[in-house]
């Protein structure tokens, strides 16, 4: 585990509840686009999720305010939900989820899945760390099993890495690592775990490619 994502965590398990406070203000300010940005997620997860076996077993990796978790299993699933902090958790657990306090660093995955989704989580991880987690995702998939996992692009940035904290919906009053991936970078790491990209669009920004956005299939 990377120094630069262990202070980020610290950063999330003091500071989650104003994340969560954060956003909801910045949707409130852009309901519509708020609400455009939500369908899309949702369509974007039905569709590629909709070749798995219902009533498979999904992973998610930092779910956050647990939205995405609750979607896919209204679809469905059999979802175990994870973050590590207590403000994350205890918005999952209003959503009567089934919840892990799960670090996928240095934590080890206990079953078998058909498929792990981690949304927005990549930004904090280092070359290092996506390669690690990447590895470890695919042994826990069972074959034919999806990975679907999005990171920020870096030609959005001029540079490659820094420490900021964004005066939007990502606002928390403290500073996070950030890592921005080329496609390039990503598919060289994808490609010495044995993946097949069945999916790759980009999204986001006002020029539609603010995100990577990647399903994986084992």
Known sequence: MSKENEKTLEVYKNKATVYLET???????????????REELENFIK?????????????????GD????????????????????????????????KLIRFNALKDEF???????????VFVHFTKEDASI?????????EDGGLFIFNAMNREIRDVDEEWVDFSNEYHMGAERYYKYFSEKE?????????????????????????????????
């Open 23 to 37: 956003s909801i203000k910045h949707d409130n300010l852009f309901p519509e686009k708020a609400k455009k940005k």
């Open 66 to 97: 647990g939205s995405n978790a609750k979607y896919i299993e209204e679809l469905g699933y059999k979802v175990i939900a994870s973050d590590i902090a207590d403000g994350f958790i205890n918005e999952i657990n209003s959503k009567g989820l």
């Open 133 to 141: 987690v990447l590895k470890k995702v695919y042994n826990v998939l």
């Open 110 to 120: 206990t079953e078998k899945y058909c498929s792990v989704f981690c949304w927005r």
């Open 47 to 63: 569709r590629n999720m909709e070749t798995l076996p219902k009533e498979g077993k999904v992973f998610e990796i930092g779910s």
């Open 186 to 218: 990503l598919n060289e790491i994808i490609a010495e775990t044995g993946y097949k990209i069945y999916n790759f669009h980009k999204e986001g920004g006002e020029s539609n490619n603010k995100w990577l956005v990647y399903v994986l299939k084992k």
